[in-house]
């Protein structure tokens, strides 16, 4: 600090130039960063690009959630909580936007389907594939976590019930 002084442009342009390799780990996840690197590879860097990414999210949050719901209420829930998911007020908000929040409750989504599949059936490949979106939501944004302490609650209620039936 005390050579910025002497040189204070200086020592801006070495901060700034810096800051994003101190931000990604810290404070942006990098999934959704690298998901839309591919895109703009793909069609090009522009902002319906970076929307077009935030759609396909969108999309893969309804098809898992018409997928979840079917499995567990039925075609008619599953087309009404599909529905019910992106016509949210916040969701309708959150598509329009390069945001985080539409791609990381698409990732929970996606986890949360392939737990329900490994909960009831208890196949071992669906166990990696929750593990596997489960980390991309988080790496998406980190309040996501808040999914795993409700498997694992959800884990201990069906034993619990299941002892007892």
Request: proline content about 7%; cysteine-free.
């Amino acid at each position: 600090l005390p050579g910025s002084l002497a040189h204070p442009v200086e020592y801006a342009l070495r901060y700034y130039a810096q800051y994003p390799a101190m931000g990604i780990p810290l404070y942006y996840p990098p999934f959704f960063a690298t998901v839309e690197a591919l895109f703009f590879a793909v069609f090009g860097i522009s902002v319906s690009t970076a929307r077009l990414t935030v759609l396909a999210f969108g999309l893969l949050g309804v098809l898992m959630t018409y997928r979840l719901m079917r499995q567990i209420a039925g075609r008619p829930a599953g087309v009404l909580a599909a529905a019910g998911f992106i016509s949210i007020p916040s969701m309708v908000f959150w598509s329009r936007q390069t945001m985080l929040e539409l791609p990381t409750a698409a990732m929970a989504m996606t986890a949360t389907y392939f737990f329900y599949q490994y909960a009831e059936r208890g196949r071992r490949k669906h166990a990696i594939w929750t593990g596997l979106f489960t980390a991309a939501a988080v790496m998406t944004k980190q309040p996501a976590l808040f999914i795993v302490p409700a498997f694992f609650l959800y884990l201990l209620m069906r034993r619990k019930f299941t002892d007892w039936a």
